[in-house]
């Protein structure tokens, strides 16, 4: 990936054409080359992608659940599917932007073994940062441990110091204006509902 004329949202994919064996075309957005692209277009103060799963209620409050991979996302996804008028934005890949001054989420193509991938935006309502265990239950979090956690589930263009930059400044913001919280759970219904009667 090269940038064109300085811009730094415009650019070209090559291809060594040696490796490329027999194949006479090939996919420019394959094998990853999407996502690069779209992390890039953010991280140059577009907002950020983050390995979440994201849903709205029926009341149309929107929750992102963050986490690592087997943290869980597909998981509640599939629980909150059951739940009249949920919409599941993707279980694995949620973009967050401000936009009109709030913070929403916004889905991706890329999804997860569930399978959601919605190309809709949702607003921001809380962060869950997710841990199985042997109870449902939520705990508040600091907004510098939200961010420290967020950041850990970040795609961040690594070869970029501005998007670096932009990344953390972004996400300290989402902890400082959006309530934060871990969530421990366990993999049945009752998660779903354990959520929506802490946020009446």
Known sequence: LMALG??????????????????????????????????????????VAIH??????????GYLFAG???A???????????????LILSDDR???????????MHGTPWSAEGGFANPGRLPLDAVFLLRKGKATGVSPLPAAECAARLMSCAFVPP????????????????AASIPCYELLFLPEKAAVQFIQDSFP
């Open 6 to 47: 300085g811009d730094p949202l415009k650019g070209e994919i090559r291809f060594d054409r040696s490796l490329l064996q027999d194949r006479k075309s090939v996919n420019p957005l394959g094998a990853g080359a999407d996502q690069l692209l779209v992390g890039h277009a953010l991280g140059m103060g577009k907002g």
């Open 52 to 61: 979440a799963a994201g849903v709205a209620d029926g009341r149309g409050r």
């Open 68 to 70: 690592q991979s087997e």
């Open 72 to 86: 869980g996302k597909s998981t509640l996804s599939r629980l909150w599917q059951a739940e009249p008028g949920a």
């Open 94 to 104: 949620v973009i967050l932007r401000e936009q009109e001054g709030r913070l929403w």
């Open 159 to 174: 070869y970029s110091p501005p998007a670096l930059s932009f990344t953390l400044e972004f996400l300290e913001r989402v």
